[in-house]
């Protein structure tokens, strides 16, 4: 309080207290005054709004830059690369006893099966359940969101190729129109809900919407949410369609490729800039010749010995190319690699820098890349498990056993791609010393570098029975080659 209001106060305190009402509700936030200073906001539209009215522009954008631009291809191929990785995201089976123990005989029988399914997991059977995985990140990453339908049970129309009957339809957002719209049918951009807000049905295009007025007119099929896959890049509570990871970057990414193409071409013409002759002032200018052009062949060592009185050569500086060009990029790309959630170093393929910097940027960065993994795991991979496991059982590929706890037949640890190593020998000196203090376990370290530790386990004896067959004994297995040492000392011995 100043030193008046005090003082008002002390003489009228109900003028005071009127004082202190008026300035409380004068009070605000200095950020939502307007300012000539800077620019100020005012479309308080909702978010749903904004989607439908920007959606498809920005989508047209980024696929645009993913097609033409080679630094925006590479960041999406580092975005999906990360998130599926290349064998995809593994799946290891974990359904449970009622005494908590893996039912190992089940597990085996449904990875088996998903093997199986995993050759031919969608309707065309042109793609592996990898490839799979990466062209629906690729499609969730580019434009913001990506559908697609699962298809079970046997039906005549349809070759599931694969022993469970389970196929799946991806399709991408165009198929989805954004613009169609019924409130009497709570249909709102082309999802339907219920009163709460759920999903219960999806209405999409037959085929290609430039194709939709010629073959279909505007007919939609509807396709029950129970058998949808909805992966979507979302910001906002109640937000129905998803905007692609790029929107906030596009236009820093469209500069950097106007600028990088202007350097570009200015280099190319200043190097087919070499020089020019000088005529010195007009009283020694030599007006005999015949007025052709001169051409002066321009080798290593050559000497120029024709010139008139008063000519010199001049050489063109077009100050091509620009020293500041990589300066820029870099700061650019840093902008970038900021707004997509991805690695600078994957994206700008500048690896320069210490070994602590990069380990730095990679343990900081990874958390960007499993927030990504969860949420395609969770919308994506998931859902598909669990219907393939349902499957399996009620047609008859793998039943389920009795002795299984109801609800934990679906039960799995998913396997996404690992954090790579910088220092290899450090990594593992470092997750050795984790086992044998017991903070962390065997089957831990393992997970974390992609892999499934019951494979390493088989693999691992597989290997070294076909090497005790053979009477060869490697490093990695101690207890053979101490066995070794010891026969061949006690053998000396017995010499």
């Not at 005549?156 to 469970?164: K, S, Y």
Request: glycine share 8%.
């Amino acid at each position: 309080m100043s030193i008046v209001d005090r003082l008002v106060e002390y003489v009228s305190p109900m003028a005071g207290l009127k004082r202190r009402a008026a300035r409380s509700v004068l009070a605000r936030y200095e950020a939502a005054e307007p300012s000539r200073h800077r620019k100020f906001y005012t479309n308080r539209a909702s978010q749903n709004a904004v989607v439908q009215r920007d959606a498809v522009a920005i989508r047209t954008q980024v696929r645009h830059l993913a097609r033409n631009h080679d630094l925006a291809r590479g960041a999406l191929r580092t975005l999906v690369n990360n998130v599926a990785g290349a064998k995809g995201i593994g799946i290891e089976p974990q359904p449970r006893r009622a005494d908590g123990t893996i039912h190992k005989e089940y597990a085996g029988a449904l990875g088996e099966a998903y093997r199986d399914f995993c050759r031919k997991p969608e309707v065309t059977h042109t793609m592996t359940m990898s490839r799979l995985q990466r062209a629906a990140a690729r499609s969730w990453l580019r434009d913001g969101e990506v559908f697609g339908q699962i298809l079970q049970g046997n039906r005549a129309d349809l070759d599931h190729g694969t022993r469970v009957p389970l196929s799946l339809e991806m399709f991408e957002a165009d198929l989805v129109p954004l613009d169609y719209n019924n409130e009497s049918q709570k249909i709102s951009q082309g999802i339907q809900r219920n009163s709460w807000g759920r999903p219960t049905a999806l209405h999409t295009y037959r085929s290609e919407p430039w194709r939709v007025a010629q073959v279909y007119g505007t007919v939609t099929r509807v396709i029950p949410w129970e058998r949808v896959i909805h992966l979507a890049a979302l910001d906002h509570l109640g937000q129905m369609r998803g905007v692609s990871e790029f929107a906030s970057v596009i236009t820093r990414l469209e500069d950097i490729k106007d600028y990088e193409e202007s350097e570009r071409v200015a280099a190319k013409i200043a190097a087919m800039l070499t020089a020019y002759i000088k005529k010195g002032t007009p009283e020694l200018y030599n007006d005999s010749g015949s007025g052709d052009p001169r051409q002066i062949d321009l080798s290593a060592g050559t000497i120029i010995d024709d010139l008139d009185v008063g000519e010199s050569i001049g050489m063109i500086d077009s100050k091509r190319p620009n020293p500041n060009v990589v300066t820029f990029r870099q700061g650019q790309l840093r902008a970038t690699a900021a707004g997509i959630g991805g690695s600078y170093s994957s994206i700008s393929k500048d690896y320069n820098g210490s070994f602590s910097s990069q380990r730095q940027e990679l343990v900081e960065q990874w958390v960007n890349y499993a927030v990504l993994v969860d949420d395609f795991t969770g919308g994506f991979v998931q859902p598909v498990w669990e219907r393939f496991v349902q499957m399996a059982d009620i047609s008859g590929v793998v039943r389920m056993p009795r002795d299984v706890v109801q609800g934990s037949a679906d039960n799995a640890i998913f396997v996404a791609q690992a954090m790579p190593w910088i220092d290899p020998l450090k990594e593992a000196l470092g997750a050795e010393a984790l086992v044998k203090a017991g903070f962390a376990s065997e089957l831990e370290i393992i997970r974390r570098r992609g892999v499934n530790p019951h494979d390493v386990l088989e693999q691992i004896s597989t290997w070294r029975k076909e090497c005790a067959d053979r009477g060869l004994v490697f490093s990695s297995n101690e207890a053979a080659l101490e066995a070794a040492t010891l026969a061949a000392a006690g053998q000396e011995d017995a010499a």
